[in-house]
């Protein structure tokens, strides 16, 4: 059982090391260019060379992120727990909110910047429209699922009906809201990143499109790493406080 868990533990970096090598092979070995793809070497050569302009970047774009993603939060769960406390609101919202969602976000960029010109104030809203859907979607589900079985020994023993989503609603649908957490936070830096591109004069988006205009891919390249990183440290950092806070959610998976 120990050998497994050193296992996973370490599969993902040992994945990691992996494609890096495959990948520095093939750049090297059939001498693809730099410009059309470049090799890790040459990746972390501009990284390092850019590093002060890379993080000066990279924190426009993780602060940005967060307010959006924050935002989200705040109205992902009030919807969701509106949508999910109630059938009239789940049959009115839910297919409204699901054909809101199938817009691209993208499209939205253009009308935020007319409406609050380019800087953060696009690229936080897009990280908040492409990021609140699944937080609504999985505290609405945890609530609207709640076993009528359950709740009718509740009601038998005096709860009411604020009392029944309060104390076993909210608590039940913890998992769900932690699982959709981590898949927002990926959402968000998409948003965000996809927002800079087009409207604004910092960030890696920004710095995206002005490295590929320098025709430095290497640079690039390395933006895209660092925005990886950055939704990959905020994964593992909600996964934690998801173990720590919802174990009793997981206990199979504790025991194998």
């Known amino acids: 059982m120990k050998n497994t868990k050193q296992i ?14 495959l990948w520095q092979v093939i750049c090297a070995g059939f001498g693809v260019s730099d410009f059309i793809f470049p090799s890790p070497l040459r990746i972390w050569t501009q990284f390092w060379e850019f590093k002060e302009i890379i993080a000066g970047h990279a924190w426009r774009t993780f602060w940005v992120t967060m307010a959006g993603f924050g935002l989200a939060i705040v109205v ?3 919807l969701g727990f509106v949508i999910g406390s109630s059938r009239i609101a789940y049959a009115a919202i839910y297919p409204l909110m699901t054909a809101f969602n199938a817009l691209p976000k ?4 253009p009308i935020l910047v007319v409406w609050f010109g380019i800087g953060v104030g696009p690229a936080i ?25 359950l709740e009718d020994v509740l009601r038998v023993l005096g709860a009411k009906r604020w009392d029944v989503l309060m ?14 957490l981590k898949v927002a936070i990926t959402l968000a830096f998409v948003g965000t990143t996809v927002s800079e591109m087009t409207a604004a004069n910092e960030g890696i988006g920004y710095l ?49």
């Not at 996973?8 to 090598?21: C, G, M, Q």
């Not at 859907?133 to 945890?142: D, K, L, W, Y």
């Not at 933006?223 to 720590?244: P, T």
């Open 106 to 109: 993208a499209a939205f960029v």
């Open 8 to 21: 996973e533990r370490w599969s993902p970096w040992l994945l990691l090391v992996a494609v890096i090598l």
């Open 125 to 149: 809203l897009t990280a908040f429209l492409i990021s609140f859907f699944p937080i609504m979607v999985n505290i609405a589900t945890g609530l609207a699922t709640l076993e009528p079985e």
């Open 167 to 180: 104390k076993i609603g909210l608590p039940r649908s913890m998992p769900y809201f932690f699982g959709s």
């Open 208 to 256: 995206l499109i002005s490295a590929g205009s320098a025709m430095q891919m290497g640079l690039a390249f390395a933006g895209l790493m660092v925005v990886g990183a950055m939704a990959m440290l905020m994964y593992e950092l909600f996964s934690v406080v998801e173990k720590h806070t919802t174990g009793w959610a997981h206990r199979g998976s504790q025991n194998q």
């Open 76 to 78: 992902g769960v009030l």
